[in-house]
């Protein structure tokens, strides 16, 4: 019989402490994100899609086509093409497609990249309701940055 | 069998319990037979996000499957990275560099005090209480801020590498652990205040969902439901990996066996994964994160090979058998979450709905996880 | 001729209590959303007006203009009646309650009878929504529903017949003056003579909580077990209705118990008397509800049932033989 008045006392005391918990959360101020009208700056680590780095020297990108990301890639995203051109040593990148809907953010084709022409963007306000907003033509997103 | 003896009753009714239900928490089905209130028979129906990840082992390089390990348990990525680059390191014999193996455990412990956190909140929503999920999600938020900053991603992680890391950390990454650690143990006591204590919580978790001893081992169920059940069963202290051996913490074991019991062991394994950040910062030495030396193609001996690991919900295995190629011949993945599932059908015999849904939080599911 | 001020003073009451009682279910909400958000360390609605005061708008907009689906199979007639009687004798009981010694449409005599009559038919629309829908998550809400009402009815009788006893009558203007002076006179507070008044209101306000079927003992729409309960099949002003309903009986209960427990309209000080006072109190009260909603998990069946037999009725039980005994003795 005891027992089961300190049950309710005991009961009845944890209550009102988990009341006195919320009431004083209620006073503090939100920790909430209104996103739409305020947002976050992403670290420099930030995964977003890959795209062609900015060479500051010659104005263009560092790739030499060799397709190693191509050929590392696990989701086969990535296409490269290159061409012989006359007097140019290397071959030169004449296509670079992302498939980004397939991409899993892995990072393997930017350690597999020798030169160091490809990087992670720090886009993330991605959406769209079509499929084909994803394949990202890289070579012509990069013009486009200047 | 007996399901359909017991469906001839008359009284009894079924209901479907997902693959849309707000309390299994993803695409997970169980069919329940009901007698009014109670729970006569429940059969878990999977399969509904089969993604045929361990074929995919078999049908890709080792490296290209790399990124598949954070998409089986999307809760704690980091602890099936970790398995899995320790196993293909073990079959190609790569030195991984002391750095990379504390950065690997404090990032991984970190994730595990994240999937502690969102199953905290989880839970207690199954239970009703929505209130504590905002304030695990607001502790939370500030792990995926941390672990955002060195691998790039906020839940599904791809940052361990065969050798060592993708990328070294900085002093602001360990500064900032350190003050999470702070500010968690500051919140802990709110935690338990608000929850653990209450009496209600307290009546809805004492005593209810039993799982003997016996019914874990049957079932090969591990992690936080085992300890539960009053084994003292860890894998980073039966089957050491990594450099786990040169923490000193404690493995948390309850030996009431109910949902109580599995609600204490994950909210002291945070305290234990906190002191082993603690000292995993205060030791963690220079050097290089990378191996200097790593296979461009991995190609490992021909053999079976094995590795477990310790995940927030159990224990992760891989077996994997190669034949010398780039592939694995077969990848089989052990994950906890299917084995702590398969007692469920016998341990919620004769439960009230609100019990066995309470039961089923306490172990703690991840859907894609238990499909593969 | 006072028959025609009688009709036109009834028609202005009428408009009244229903504009009351549709206005404070529709800003409850809005209560409801914005306290739960603050407690929960986040924003709520803003977008919807300063402070998103316009959003319960956009809500009833929203509501009203949705296609009401029936679905196949259902009871008709009974699916179509239910929400109708989940929200008529929550507006009828809005008929007896004095909220200031002025402000009443209808004295009677037997008020607290009147509104507990009505109070329980509540549970009858909760037992014919889920069993008309043809829904076995609604059929087993609705029977936790009604264990519920029926256990918690009787406890909530028996403190109300403690309180008719102290104060010698059943009309709820009565009750009020019988508290009248200070706060020391209020029925809640020992000083009043009764020294086990405290506990009186304590129990009483757990029976409103679980007769209105707010959390922590929302058992009838347990999201996590349930899916929303009897009203899972239901949409547009179905549901509509049904939610009014809900918090249309939560003003009520909370009116009730201001009535019963902390002196109506009277100024705790005995200065001022009015019906902001009687608001005042009331408005407290139901925060105090909704800070309960998003403190607490949810109770199980058993355990609520346990809570009644066990605990509220053998105390209610006692509080009113201790009552009848005070009252005899102290003449």
């Not at chain 1, 009341?19 to 009208?37: D, G």
């Not at chain 1, 886009?123 to 033509?137: G, H, M, P, V, W």
Request: net charge neutral; with cysteine.
């Amino acid at each position: 019989m005891a027992g089961y008045f300190t049950n309710i006392l005991s009961g009845t005391k944890s209550l009102l402490v988990g009341l006195s918990i919320t009431q004083r959360e209620f006073f503090k101020k939100p920790v909430t994100l209104q996103y739409p009208w305020e947002s976050l700056e992403m670290t420099p680590r930030y995964r977003g899609h890959i795209q062609l780095v900015k060479d500051g020297e010659t104005g263009t990108h560092k790739c030499i086509s060799c397709g190693l990301c191509d050929k590392g890639c696990p989701s086969g995203c990535i296409t490269v093409k290159g061409e012989k051109q006359e007097g140019v040593k290397v071959k030169v990148l004449v296509r670079y497609d992302l498939d980004f809907t397939k991409c899993s953010l892995c990072g393997q084709c930017i350690d597999n990249c020798k030169p160091g022409a490809i990087e992670f963007s720090k886009e993330y306000n991605l959406a769209s309701t079509r499929k084909e907003d994803f394949y990202y033509d890289l070579l012509k997103r990069l013009k486009e940055q200047k | 069998m007996s399901s359909q003896t017991a469906s001839q009753n008359k009284e009894h009714f079924e209901i479907n319990l997902g693959p849309q239900h707000p309390a299994t928490h993803g695409v997970l089905r169980v069919k329940l037979l009901m007698d009014g209130e109670y729970v006569v028979d429940a059969e878990p129906v999977l399969g509904y996000i089969h993604r045929m990840h361990e074929l995919m082992g078999e049908n890709r390089t080792w490296a290209k499957y790399l990124p598949n390990m954070g998409r089986l348990d999307y809760l704690s990525a980091l602890s099936y990275n970790l398995g899995y680059v320790e196993l293909v390191e073990k079959m190609a014999a790569i030195e991984v560099p002391e750095r990379a193996e504390y950065i690997r455990v404090i990032t991984t412990e970190m994730n595990r005090i994240s999937s502690h956190l969102l199953w905290f909140g989880a839970f207690v929503l199954d239970l009703g209480g929505f209130t504590p999920l905002l304030y695990a999600f607001d502790d939370r938020e500030h792990i995926l801020d941390l672990l955002e900053s060195v691998t790039g991603s906020r839940l599904t992680y791809c940052y361990f590498r065969f050798g060592g890391c993708s990328n070294d950390v900085e002093d602001e990454f360990l500064t900032g652990c350190l003050t999470f650690i702070k500010r968690l143990r500051s919140r802990m006591p709110m935690y338990h205040n608000l929850v653990t204590k209450n009496v209600i919580l307290m009546q809805r978790l004492e005593g209810v969902g039993p799982v003997s001893a016996e019914m874990c081992r049957k079932y090969g169920a591990t992690g936080p439901v085992l300890r539960g059940s009053g084994i003292n069963y860890d894998v980073r202290k039966n089957e050491p990996y990594s450099v786990y051996p040169e923490f000193d913490f404690d493995v948390p074991v309850y030996n009431e066996c109910d949902s109580m019991a599995r609600y204490m062991v994950r909210m002291d394994e945070m305290d234990q994964c906190m002191r082993i950040i603690e000292q995993a910062i205060a030791k963690i030495p220079e050097g290089p994160v990378m191996a200097a030396k790593v296979p461009k193609m991995i190609k490992p001996a021909a053999g079976d090979y094995y590795h477990a690991v310790e995940a927030a919900r159990g224990t992760f295995a891989i077996r994997a058998v190669s034949e010398g190629k780039n592939q694995a011949y077969r990848m089989k993945l052990r994950s906890p979450t299917f084995s702590n599932l398969s007692l469920f059908q016998e341990a919620s015999k004769g439960m009230l709905l609100a019990d066995a849904l309470a039961f089923m939080g306490s172990i703690d599911l991840v859907i894609p996880e238990i499909d593969r | 001729m006072d028959l025609g001020i009688n009709v036109v003073e009834m028609l202005i009451y009428l408009v009244g209590i229903i504009a009351f009682a549709a206005g404070n279910a529709a800003y409850l909400v809005w209560v409801e959303r914005k306290g739960a958000a603050h407690i929960q360390r986040r924003t709520g609605p803003k977008e919807v007006g300063p402070y998103g005061l316009l959003q319960p708008l956009a809500d009833g907009a929203k509501l009203m203009s949705k296609q009401l689906i029936i679905p196949d199979g259902v009871d008709k007639p009974l699916f179509m009646v239910a929400p109708l009687i989940a929200m008529v004798p929550a507006i009828m009981i809005f008929v007896t309650i004095p909220f200031s010694d002025s402000i009443i449409a209808r004295d009677i005599n037997l008020g607290l009878l009147m509104i507990f009559a009505f109070a329980s038919v509540n549970v009858l629309a909760l037992l014919l929504g889920g069993w008309a829908s043809r829904n076995k998550y609604a059929v087993i809400s609705a029977a936790r529903a009604v264990s519920q009402n029926v256990a918690y009815e009787i406890p909530m009788l028996i403190i109300a017949i403690t309180i008719v006893m102290v104060s010698g009558s059943m009309n709820l203007k009565e009750i009020v003056d019988f508290q009248a002076g200070g706060f020391w006179n209020w029925n809640f507070l020992p000083t009043n003579g009764n020294f086990l008044g405290p506990i009186t209101f304590v129990l009483f306000f757990i029976c409103f909580m679980a007769e209105t079927n707010r959390a922590p003992f929302d058992l009838g729409e347990a999201e996590s077990e349930l899916i929303a309960g009897f009203h899972t099949e239901y949409g547009s002003m179905g549901f509509g209705l049904f939610f009014m309903g809900e918090y249309a009986n939560i003003v009520i209960g909370a009116a009730l118990t201001v009535i019963l427990f902390l002196g109506g309209w009277y100024c705790p000080f005995g200065l001022t008397d009015g019906i902001w006072w009687f608001l005042i109190k009331m408005y407290l009260l139901i925060w105090t509800v909704v800070l309960i909603r998003w403190t607490y998990p949810r109770v199980t069946l058993w355990s609520l049932l346990n809570l009644s037999w066990k605990i509220l009725i053998p105390f209610s039980l006692f509080n009113l033989l201790a009552s009848a005994g005070l009252i005899k003795i102290l003449g």
